[in-house]
């Protein structure tokens, strides 16, 4: 489970705020969605159900826990109310954080995830990952059945067709993201992010109508 860790400590690292539990791993879902739809394959061996929290993955839960037993991050539990509970996660060692680190692809996109979601709130991120086409499906299932059968794995492959971009649209994508000088220029790379904050744009959108409906 070495990548699921690498990405556990990237998220926590590089959240502009603190991370909590539920945050850490919708954002791991919704970096792994991305990963498939755009490459073909999830970084790591990480597999996700269908709970009654929305997707979820016990293995997140369980090595963030050897990271806290091992020193490199803490888990803070906070006691909101008789029916919320709050665990938030901060890095404690930044010297042995800093070891574990993402691929330079896999890195990129996920910085891209981190700005894409960290003014949100832990509600409107947790309406991104339940918007996603993996569980747009379930629920639509569910709906028709009329009944929830829990847990069920969720199908990480479900999307959409990856679209063509034109030259005017790399090149917007670029100065949109490139914030380090060793980014590159692959235009693949561009691509990619490109259809990573359109597809993003498009489920914050749509979880901000749920908010307003509520």
């Known amino acids: 489970m070495e990548k699921l860790r690498n990405l556990i400590v990237f998220f926590i690292r590089h959240f502009p705020r603190f991370v909590t539990r539920t945050e850490l791993v919708k954002l791991i879902y919704l970096f792994e969605y991305q990963q498939v739809q755009i490459r073909g394959r999830q970084y790591s061996e990480v597999s996700f159900v269908r709970d009654k929290y ?3 993955s016990p293995s997140i839960l369980e090595e963030a826990e050897f990271l806290c037993s091992t020193g490199v991050i803490s888990c803070t539990r906070h006691d909101i109310d008789s029916d919320c509970i709050l665990y938030e996660y901060v890095i404690s060692d930044s ?3 800093a070891q574990y680190d993402l691929p330079e ?3 990129r996109t996920a910085l891209a995830l981190v700005d894409a979601t960290s003014r949100l ?5 947790k309406e991104l990952a339940y918007s996603t086409p993996p569980m747009d499906e379930i629920l639509a299932e569910e709906a028709e059945l009329g009944y929830t059968v829990l847990p069920r794995r969720i199908n990480m492959e479900k999307g959409k067709t990856p679209k063509k971009f034109t030259r005017g649209e790399l090149a917007a994508a670029k100065c949109r993201l490139d914030a380090s000088p060793d980014r590159g220029s692959d235009e693949e790379y561009f691509a990619a992010l490109l259809e990573t904050y359109r597809e993003f744009e498009d489920l914050r959108r749509r979880a901000t109508e749920c908010l307003l409906q509520n």
Not at 121 to 125: A, D, R, V, Y
């Open 54 to 56: 929305g997707p979820f």
């Open 105 to 107: 692809w896999e890195k």
């Open 121 to 125: 709130s832990l509600k409107q991120i």
């Open 95 to 97: 010297s042995r954080a």
